[in-house]
């Protein structure tokens, strides 16, 4: 399950708040031992006769707090070892983390995007965890799991969680308009549009009947896969055509038009949180979240949210959907602690008390053993999420391939060009055209 949008530079991040689906740039806890927000350097040194890891992510003062007490239970365990804990906001942590390798500096366990990881690893920046078979465990992934950071044969990190994106429907809205909510396992795209449209005609557009992000990738992947294509493929190329592209800008565009998807201009900086999204403040009927921030939308929408699949699964091309995860924990190959940093991954992995103490910040617990352990521990909501995420790993999906070199900016320039159709100044036609210049260029240039 992807936790939140991953971080970006430049537009991606800036632009809207709305679709950032975990509240990020709080200040660290106090309290937290060796835990800071924001990080500048001193990965792991030696601490006396024992050893000293640098760990980074991004994240917020709640998945902190969360991800410190699982680490409690390793250091208790392993007295040797000390862990120097650093977190970012989400929109600075990729610029930070490169100036930490271009510095020689790199942390010893990190958070890695997935669309940053082939870059890393074809600079021989990643430990390649074949290299220590003996020292972590990852019999217990699924085939998509343990594909995630494969490249060429190597593995390159392991997913810190895994995750899916849904659909959210607020119940009390389909109520109040008198809107049947659809059967999330068999709706479709038209589906949705009928839905959207009839809460907001029933509500005189003061609710819009649906809202989800045009230039999240998660979202476009999905919708790329069920016309039968990828959006990279296997070989790291771009495998989208420009029709797809355009029927993916038509499909918000002829909503917009229509008023069942709000007008241009909408959607503004509102802040990260929950709490703070436009389905939460009741402008919003529905939305596509990361399934393992459930618990956190529908507390903020007073617990009238249904979790569906994305539509169109039954009548695409194929499915559409499939396994992901919102980043994954990479070694630097120039740890000066290799063993010790793949012994924290593993205890992340594969130790039931690691998953109960940071729950499911990260999403579902990589390991099918250890997800199915917690389960009893879990919110209901966290359960439901949970239970969502297992049904799709049973399921035949379609695997998610590496993000290529270059793939990283594609996110960026989707963002600028999803604007110009938004308000007119692109045709989708026009802006579908772009983008596969612009992303081939990106991949191949």
Not at 17 to 41: D, E, Q, W
Not at 44 to 56: A, F, I, K, P, Y
Not at 151 to 178: H, M, T, W
Request: aromatic letters at 8%.
């Amino acid at each position: 399950m992807t936790t939140e949008r991953p971080p970006a530079s430049g537009s991606e991040f800036n632009r809207r708040n709305l679709f950032k689906l975990s509240g990020l740039g709080l200040a660290a806890v106090p309290g937290l031992a060796a835990c800071g927000r924001g990080f500048g350097g001193g990965g792991g040194d030696e601490s006396g006769d024992g050893v000293t890891l640098n760990m980074v992510w991004w994240g917020d003062a709640t998945r902190a707090e969360k991800t410190q007490a699982a680490l409690d239970i390793f250091t208790e365990a392993n007295p040797g070892i000390t862990i120097k804990v650093e977190y970012q906001d989400s929109g600075p942590y990729q610029d930070k983390l490169a100036t930490r390798f271009a510095a020689n500096d790199a942390p010893d366990l990190m958070a890695m995007r997935m669309d940053s990881l082939r870059e890393y690893a074809d600079r021989g920046a990643l430990l390649d965890l074949n290299e220590y078979a003996d020292d972590i465990d990852l019999s217990g992934l699924s085939e998509n799991a343990a594909n995630l950071a494969e490249v060429d044969g190597s593995v390159f990190g392991v997913p810190a969680g895994l995750n899916a994106v849904g659909f959210v429907i607020r119940k009390d809205f389909a109520e109040q308009y008198d809107v049947a909510v659809p059967d999330g396992n068999t709706w479709s795209w038209d589906d949705l549009a009928a839905f959207a449209q009839a809460v907001s005609d029933a509500s005189g557009q003061e609710v819009y009947g649906t809202g989800y992000d045009v230039q999240t990738l998660q979202n476009l992947v999905v919708w790329v896969r069920q016309q039968g294509e990828d959006l990279f493929t296997e070989d790291g190329r771009l495998g989208v055509s420009a029709g797809t592209m355009q029927a993916w800008f038509e499909l918000a565009d002829g909503m917009r038009r229509s008023g069942a998807y709000p007008p241009a201009g909408f959607f503004e900086e509102i802040g990260g949180g929950a709490d703070q999204s436009y389905i939460a403040q009741g402008k919003l009927a529905s939305q596509i979240i990361p399934t393992n921030n459930f618990l956190g939308y529908n507390e903020a929408c007073g617990g009238n949210l249904a979790l569906l699949r994305i539509p169109g699964e039954t009548q695409a091309v194929r499915r559409g959907q499939s396994v992901d995860c919102p980043h994954l924990w990479s070694v630097a190959a120039a740890s000066k602690h290799p063993k010790e940093a793949v012994k924290l991954l593993d205890f992340l992995t594969n130790d039931p008390e690691a998953s109960l103490a940071t729950g499911t910040t990260r999403g579902v617990p990589a390991s099918a053993a250890v997800a199915e352990e917690i389960k009893g521990s879990l919110e209901p909501d966290d359960l439901a999420a949970t239970e969502y995420l297992m049904g799709l790993q049973a399921e035949d999906l379609p695997r998610s391939y590496t993000y290529p070199p270059g793939g990283s900016a594609i996110a960026d320039f989707l963002d600028v060009i999803a604007v110009e159709v938004e308000f007119g100044r692109q045709s989708p036609a026009d802006g579908a055209a772009q983008f596969i210049a612009e992303a081939t260029a990106a991949i191949e240039g």
